[in-house]
C-alpha cells in the first residue's frame, strides 16, 4: 500500500487518548488514515483535532460493548488495542483488591475481546485488516508485585495468539509490539512521586514509525509476530531477544 493509497484509509485505536495508543493514533492520524479513538477522556493537546473521539468506558461492559458495535465503521483497514488499566501501585497479590483485579481483567482483557468481535467484519472487509495489539515484557518475564498486570496482559497476547491461528492472514493480519523498557506515560505518571526522573523513560511516539510501516504494510511481513520497540524507534522480534524484565523489590514497588 502506497502512502496515495492511505489515504482513504480508516483505523480505530481503543485506548488512543493518551500514551502508546495516542502515539499510533496520531501516527496513523498524519498518515491521511481517518483514525477513530475510543476512551473515557477526549484526545487532547497537539493533533487531538484530527482524531475522531467515541467515550467508551471498558469498566462498564453492556455500555462498553455497544459503544464498540456502534462506533466501528464497518470497513477498517487499522485497529490498535492499547487500553490498560494500572492499578495505583505495585503490591503483592494478597494485597490487591478485588476491585483492582476485576477492572484489570474488563481493561485489559475483556475489552480486547469486545474490540476483537465488534472489529473483526470489518477488518475482515478491508482484506487484509490488520490488529495491532500493544502488549508488555510482563508477558515473558512474570515477577513480583504485579500479579494482575502480568496475568491479564499474558492472558490478552494468548487470546491474540489464539485467534490469529482461526482467521486467514490474508482477511487479518495479528501483530503485537511492546516497548523495550518503560514509557512515560498518563498511566505511569499516576504511580510516580512528582520528583521522578523520567530522562530513561521512552515517548509514546517512539511507536510512531512501526505504526507507519504496519499501515503501509498491513502488517502481512510481521504476521503473527511479537515486536519490541526500542527507544530509537526501531523494532524487533521477541524471537532474536526476549524483552527484559521491568519488575522491582516491593521497596520500590511504588516506582
Ligand atoms: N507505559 C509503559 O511503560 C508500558 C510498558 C509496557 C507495556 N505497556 C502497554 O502499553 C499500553 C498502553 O499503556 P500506556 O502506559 O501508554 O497507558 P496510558 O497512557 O495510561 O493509556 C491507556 C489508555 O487506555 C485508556 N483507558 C484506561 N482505562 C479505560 C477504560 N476504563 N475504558 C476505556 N479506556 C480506558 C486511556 O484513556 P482514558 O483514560 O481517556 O480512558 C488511555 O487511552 C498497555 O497495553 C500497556 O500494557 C506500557
Known sequence: MSGADRRGA?????????????????????????????????????????????QLDLRDAEAAKEALRRGIPSRVDLV?????????????????????????FAVNVHGLSWTLRAAL?????????????????VVYNAGPHRSGYAATK??????????SQEI????????????AGMVDSPGIR????????????????AFAPLAVELARTRGVPYAGRALVVH????????????????SRSLANSHQ
Do not use: K, N
Open 190 to 205: 499516576a504511580r510516580r512521586s512528582a520528583d521522578f526522573d523520567y530522562s530513561g523513560y521512552m515517548a509514546p511516539a
Open 154 to 163: 499474558a492472558a490478552a497476547s494468548s487470546l491474540i495468539g489464539s485467534v
Open 80 to 104: 490498535c488495542y492499547s487500553a490498560v488499566y494500572f492499578t495505583a501501585r505495585r503490591e503483592p497479590f494478597t494485597r490487591t483488591t478485588e476491585s483492582d483485579w476485576l477492572d484489570q
Open 10 to 54: 480508516t483505523a480505530v485505536v481503543v485506548g488512543g487518548s493518551t500514551g502508546i495508543g495516542r502515539g499510533v493514533a496520531d501516527a496513523w492520524a498524519s498518515s491521511g488514515i481517518e483514525t477513530h479513538v475510543f476512551s473515557r477522556s477526549r484526545p487532547t493537546g497537539p493533533g487531538g483535532e484530527h482524531l475522531v473521539w467515541h
Open 168 to 179: 486467514d492472514p490474508a482477511e487479518v493480519t495479528f501483530v503485537q509490539a511492546l516497548p
Open 231 to 246: 527507544e530509537d524507534t526501531s523494532w524487533a522480534s521477541v524471537d532474536d531477544a526476549l524483552p527484559v524484565s521491568q
Open 121 to 137: 467484519p470489518a477488518l475482515r472487509a478491508a482484506t487484509p485488516g490488520m490488529f495491532l495489539h500493544i502488549s508488555s515484557e
